[in-house]
């Protein structure tokens, strides 16, 4: 027999969605869908009844279309409440009940809000190489789309319009013969000028730093800078892992390695500001076409060394204070920038974290080698550590992981398997959905290399398919 368990529904969206919070009784069998219907469309119960005349005092609500998802103490709702509150049920699985230390005799509060739209592939632009990185250009705040750079395995770089995504800039051979490893796309505030960041791998590993100028709407580059040949000739793997101070982006952060003499990987802080950059970016200017211009460049070392063994794998500039490394020895490493030193080491027992994103200052995102991706909360205690959450739908290695720092629970996870999921972190059971691609048909061997938020509702990757895929969230 169906039993019955007494709930309230709350929720902070705007008034006329918001029901009266009076205790309800409902079956324990009920569905995610049969919530819904309780609360707004279940016309032939007397719970209906109840509702709409508790609602009548905020006249008519339409909600035809709406799609609501549903939590009890944080946690989603992906099957029956029945399913949830059984202590016969599959181990596999967990009980919402039992995860929060809920009697069946108890109130239960459960929380309601609109579900997301399901992202819809907009732009798929092919391209003659392999995508290894996307960066749209970075400020303190990315509320909204801005233009965005892709660097390729053949070396090249080009800049991309924000709204029809049409080519505005293609750099050939920034970096001769090498892959394009990673890419910053900045504002730079000391210098007032919007910079282009870009490190290699081998044979010629090398940071390089240039200036993206718009003019007549017309796009032109000038590289002003980059890493001291002598200085860094005995690296091994190249330069990787760049990543910007959060609140001064004149500093940024690399990683790399030095040859088997001493192959200790280290973090090195570079500093862009008007002494290191301006005097060489003083330069003519040929209007038209795009050319690159032959001018003085300025080598730079960096502005501080930091010692990480290890093997980097992964990195996140993510305090002001605070650097996040994921390495090749299954740890991750809380870097403090201005004592030069390891604060702490997270953990020692995973996989090895093959890319990394944080949530404000004390939620951390792994992604690992063995397709999964963990969330981890730095607050807790070192003898208490373990991850929060783990989230389970890719089949291959995790290449990307991407929090939208403008909508609250939302992350995005690119791998090896040619997918990119979508994600509430409050989900681990499954992703709020797998985007599909335009050109999805084209490629049987397809790996996701490049994975980016292009403002809130704007999501770019690219990969082995040799196309930009852009999808949307409005």
Not at 109 to 115: M, R
Not at 325 to 334: A, E, L, M
Request: charged residues 25%.
């Amino acid at each position: 027999m169906t039993s019955e368990v007494q709930v309230v529904f709350k929720t902070n969206l705007p008034e006329e969605f918001q029901a009266p919070e009076v205790q309800i009784s409902i079956g324990t069998s009920s569905t995610n869908k049969e919530l819904t219907q309780v609360q707004f469309s279940f016309k032939e119960q007397l719970i209906f009844q109840i509702l709409k005349q508790l609602l009548a005092d905020n006249g008519d609500v339409d909600i035809k279309g709406k799609k609501f998802n549903f939590m009890v103490n944080n946690v989603f709702i992906t099957t029956s409440v029945q399913e949830y509150s059984s202590h016969s049920f599959k181990q596999s699985q967990y009980s919402i009940l039992d995860k929060q230390s809920i009697q069946n005799e108890e109130l239960i509060e459960i929380y309601y809000q609109f579900s997301l739209e399901k992202p819809k592939p907009t732009h798929s632009m092919p391209q003659e190489e392999w995508i290894s990185t996307i960066k749209s250009l970075s400020h303190i705040l990315n509320e909204k789309a801005k233009t965005y750079a892709v660097g390729f395995f053949n070396g090249d770089v080009k800049i991309f319009n924000k709204k029809d995504h049409k080519e505005l800039l293609s750099i050939k051979q920034l970096h001769q013969d090498s892959i394009i490893q990673d890419a910053l796309f900045l504002k730079n505030d000391a210098l007032d000028k919007k910079l282009l960041v870009t490190c290699s791998t081998l044979p010629n590993s090398e940071l390089r730093v240039s200036e993206i100028i718009e003019r007549d709407r017309k796009y032109h580059f000038n590289q002003i800078a980059q890493s001291k040949h002598d200085e860094y000739s005995n690296i091994n793997d190249g330069f990787k892992c760049l990543g910007s101070n959060p609140m001064n982006n004149e500093f940024i952060c690399s990683a790399y390695q030095t040859n088997d003499s001493a192959p200790e990987k280290a973090i090195l802080i570079w500093r862009l500001n008007k002494q290191h950059l301006e005097d060489s970016s003083q330069k003519q200017l040929k209007m038209g076409e795009m050319k690159r211009l032959k001018t003085n460049i300025t080598y730079i070392s960096a502005h501080q060394n930091i010692t990480c063994g290890g093997g980097i794998q992964s990195m996140k500039w993510a305090t002001p204070s605070r650097i996040y490394v994921g390495c090749s020895d299954h740890s991750v490493k809380i870097v403090n920038v201005e004592q030069a030193q390891i604060e702490e080491v997270l953990f020692t027992t995973y996989k090895v974290p093959t890319c990394i994103d944080s949530i404000q200052e004390t939620l951390l995102l792994t992604g690992h080698e063995d397709a999964t991706v963990k969330l981890w909360d730095i607050r807790t205690g070192v003898a208490e550590r373990k991850y929060k959450s783990q989230y389970e739908s890719h089949k291959s290695w995790i290449s990307q992981v991407k929090v939208n720092s403008n909508v609250e629970n939302v992350f995005v996870s690119g791998s090896y398997d040619g997918t990119v999921k979508m994600w509430d972190l409050r989900n681990e059971e499954r992703p709020l959905a797998t985007l599909k691609r335009k050109n999805e048909g084209n490629s049987d061997d397809y790996k996701v290399f490049a994975l980016e938020w292009n403002g809130a509702s704007q999501i770019l990757s690219g990969g082995s398919d040799s196309h930009i895929s852009v999808h949307s969230l409005a």
